[in-house]
């Protein structure tokens, strides 16, 4: 994974890094609370050899030096572990009192420096006594034969008294940390696998080939937007549109989404409103029937009696009460799409064309009715309307890809912000 890659993803899983991280803390915390001390005691040996009778003082240096090596492996055997459980009297088995006892040889020098490490302080201290006991006996036993002395070992420090060792709690919290901001990667790593989903401007433009033409707040349940900061996001779109219009002729233009709960009903009744506030003559049709875009249409099948020719276009239509020159015609029921065929859909948008300056149309999701892509055939543009964190990049990409192979033109993408809970970026 490049850097950049990372980062991406750290910033558009901030809210989970963030978690991560402050679970990461409190665990470390905690832990830091929970583990209980060590106590350590320390004894600091002196090794040495006599002088020789010619005496030669490097040689023995040398060899004192060779000992001390051998002496700080001994102290943590199995060896002195036995002889300090005798000295000491404590509980222990010889090998947990081994697992307890280290030993350093000081740089340089034949200083023996040995640590005893217990969870309690009194079981440190007897441990350390002892060891401070037995190294010269167990190393006289096992070097000394007859009456030659030829090392010697004695204690010159310690044993000290007990102090108390664990972690520091900026160490803990450090190590929090550290997880905390593994964990937030590994499964912020894991969704984009895992659950991939669009959640940037740039990916929807990138994946659909197409410009962005605005984005807008819509309301969760559909209908034409109202208030001021909605009115004005629709405005820029229809500017946005109003530029594309200058150099092509897009009077009938198709709003879809690439799946459901993208708030394309209400991106097509915004961009109809809108269109009319400037004086035209616009016609807002909706055939999708699962979000009723109409304000006050006669009825939800009127537009299957037109496509049927049971009515007349002028029969079924009603005009808005909040917006003068905009016309919506009652969406098609749900379980009567049959009625919209390529025949029936190019006679209603033909005689659209000619009563109306626009029309704007609400197609069903692409993944939810082979109609979309009829409509869009039959449309001078398609809008597409994206929620960020809704779909995925393979469904927003293959809604592009369906759009142009019908023979569509996607003129571009308007991001909806749906208001509520469904708002929330995944």
């Given at each position: 994974?490049?850097?950049s890659?990372?980062?991406?993803?750290?910033?558009?899983?901030?809210?989970t890094?963030?978690?991560?991280?402050?679970?990461?803390l409190?665990?470390?915390?905690?832990?830091?609370?929970?583990?209980p001390?060590?106590?350590?005691?320390?004894?600091d040996f002196?090794?040495?050899t006599?002088?020789?009778?010619?005496?030669?003082?490097?040689?023995?240096?040398?060899?004192?030096?060779?000992?001390?090596?051998?002496?700080?492996?001994?102290?943590?055997?199995?060896?002195?572990?036995?002889?300090?459980?005798?000295?000491?009297?404590?509980?222990?088995l010889?090998?947990?009192?081994?697992?307890?006892?280290a030993?350093t040889?000081?740089?340089?020098?034949?200083?023996i420096?040995?640590t005893?490490?217990?969870?309690?302080?009194?079981?440190?201290a007897?441990?350390?006594k002892?060891?401070a006991?037995?190294?010269?006996p167990?190393v006289?036993?096992l070097?000394?034969?007859?009456?030659?002395?030829?090392?010697q070992i004695?204690?010159?420090?310690?044993?000290?008294?007990?102090?108390?060792?664990?972690?520091?709690?900026?160490?803990?919290?450090?190590?929090?940390?550290?997880?905390?901001?593994?964990?937030?990667m590994?499964?912020?790593?894991?969704?984009?696998?895992?659950?991939?989903?669009?959640?940037e401007?740039?990916?929807?433009?990138?994946?659909?080939?197409t410009?962005?033409?605005?984005t807008?707040?819509?309301p969760s349940a559909g209908?034409?937007?109202k208030?001021?900061?909605?009115a004005?996001?629709?405005?820029?779109v229809?500017?946005?549109?109003?530029?594309?219009?200058?150099?092509?002729?897009q009077?009938v233009?198709?709003v879809?989404s690439?799946?459901?709960?993208e708030?394309?009903?209400?991106?097509?009744a915004?961009i109809?409103?809108?269109?009319?506030e400037?004086?035209?003559?616009?016609?807002?049709?909706?055939?999708?029937?699962?979000?009723?875009?109409?304000?006050?249409?006669k009825?939800?099948?009127?537009?299957?009696?037109?496509?049927?020719?049971?009515?007349?276009?002028?029969?079924?239509?009603?005009?808005?009460?909040?917006?003068?020159?905009?016309?919506?015609?009652?969406?098609?029921?749900?379980?009567?799409s049959?009625a919209?065929?390529?025949?029936?859909?190019?006679?209603?948008?033909?005689?659209?064309?000619?009563?109306?300056?626009?029309?704007?149309?609400?197609?069903?999701?692409?993944?939810?009715s082979?109609?979309?892509?009829?409509?869009?055939?039959?449309?001078?543009?398609?809008?597409?309307?994206?929620?960020?964190?809704?779909?995925?990049?393979e469904?927003l990409?293959?809604?592009?890809?369906?759009?142009r192979?019908?023979?569509?033109?996607?003129?571009?993408?308007?991001?909806?912000?749906?208001d509520?809970?469904?708002?929330?970026?995944?």
């Amino acid at each position: 994974m490049r850097t950049s890659d990372a980062m991406t993803i750290i910033r558009r899983s901030w809210v989970t890094f963030a978690a991560s991280v402050l679970l990461g803390l409190g665990l470390g915390a905690l832990v830091h609370q929970l583990t209980p001390p060590n106590f350590v005691s320390a004894v600091d040996f002196y090794v040495s050899t006599p002088t020789s009778k010619d005496g030669n003082l490097s040689a023995a240096s040398q060899f004192a030096q060779t000992r001390v090596d051998t002496y700080v492996g001994l102290m943590s055997s199995d060896y002195i572990a036995a002889r300090v459980v005798a000295s000491s009297g404590v509980d222990l088995l010889p090998s947990e009192v081994r697992r307890s006892i280290a030993a350093t040889n000081r740089l340089n020098t034949v200083v023996i420096s040995a640590t005893v490490t217990s969870g309690s302080k009194e079981t440190s201290a007897a441990l350390a006594k002892g060891l401070a006991a037995v190294m010269g006996p167990a190393v006289s036993n096992l070097d000394n034969v007859g009456e030659v002395k030829a090392v010697q070992i004695d204690v010159i420090s310690g044993p000290t008294e007990p102090v108390e060792s664990r972690p520091g709690l900026l160490t803990s919290l450090a190590v929090g940390l550290a997880a905390g901001l593994l964990f937030g990667m590994l499964f912020a790593v894991a969704l984009q696998v895992v659950r991939p989903r669009v959640t940037e401007i740039d990916d929807v433009t990138r994946l659909t080939s197409t410009g962005l033409l605005g984005t807008v707040e819509v309301p969760s349940a559909g209908g034409r937007p109202k208030g001021a900061a909605q009115a004005h996001g629709f405005r820029k779109v229809r500017s946005a549109l109003r530029a594309e219009d200058a150099e092509t002729r897009q009077q009938v233009l198709t709003v879809m989404s690439a799946v459901e709960g993208e708030g394309h009903a209400a991106v097509a009744a915004g961009i109809a409103g809108s269109l009319a506030e400037l004086g035209d003559r616009v016609l807002l049709v909706d055939t999708d029937g699962r979000t009723p875009t109409g304000d006050g249409a006669k009825g939800q099948d009127q537009l299957s009696q037109v496509l049927s020719g049971a009515m007349s276009l002028s029969e079924s239509t009603s005009g808005s009460a909040d917006v003068p020159g905009l016309s919506t015609i009652g969406s098609m029921a749900r379980d009567d799409s049959s009625a919209l065929t390529p025949r029936t859909i190019a006679a209603f948008v033909k005689q659209a064309r000619h009563d109306y300056d626009h029309v704007v149309i609400t197609a069903p999701p692409l993944d939810a009715s082979a109609n979309a892509t009829m409509l869009a055939r039959q449309s001078d543009g398609v809008i597409l309307a994206v929620r960020l964190g809704s779909p995925s990049p393979e469904a927003l990409e293959s809604a592009s890809r369906q759009v142009r192979v019908a023979g569509g033109t996607l003129i571009g993408a308007v991001i909806t912000h749906v208001d509520g809970p469904r708002r929330r970026r995944v």
